[in-house]
């Protein structure tokens, strides 16, 4: 059994920048992509970004590109998300998962990918 835990989460001005951090539990950390997705209240969770398991590719969803920064450390078993110029539509619960599939990128941009998930945790953005 997988655990993954966010923490880093919490209230920001407009402008501002938060990073979140995902534990995972596990020695097979290093094999999986890792993904990250929000959820605002009243609406679908929606894909962020993604990492894969070496940390040499990312994707993004367009309305983050340019803002959001995944990154990974293997050997901390943890994944990042550095949020810069956060505006008040990046307010949601951000969760962290873990791919489906071992060393693959197959389905990283939809919650079908991905069969571990971490509690969430808030981010606020004010304006």
């Known amino acids: 059994q997988v655990q993954l835990v966010e923490s880093g989460g919490g209230l920001v001005q407009a402008g501002g920048s938060l990073r979140l951090s995902c534990a995972a539990s596990?020695?097979?950390?290093?094999?999986?992509?890792m993904g990250w997705f929000r959820q605002a209240p009243g609406k679908e969770r929606e894909f962020v970004g993604a990492?894969?398991?070496?940390?040499?590719?990312?994707y993004y969803a367009n309305s983050v590109k340019g803002r959001f920064t995944i990154s990974r450390d293997n050997a901390k078993n943890t994944v990042y998300l550095q949020m810069n110029s956060l505006k008040p539509e990046d307010t949601a619960v951000y969760y962290c998962?873990?791919?489906?599939?071992?060393?693959?990128?197959?389905?990283?941009?939809?919650?079908?990918?991905?069969?571990?998930w971490g509690q969430g945790t808030q981010v606020t953005v004010s304006s």
């Open positions: 990492i894969s398991w070496s940390g040499g590719s990312t």
């Open positions: 596990g020695r097979t950390f290093s094999s999986y992509a």
């Open positions: 998962a873990r791919s489906r599939f071992v060393r693959s990128t197959v389905g990283l941009t939809t919650q079908g990918g991905y069969d571990y």
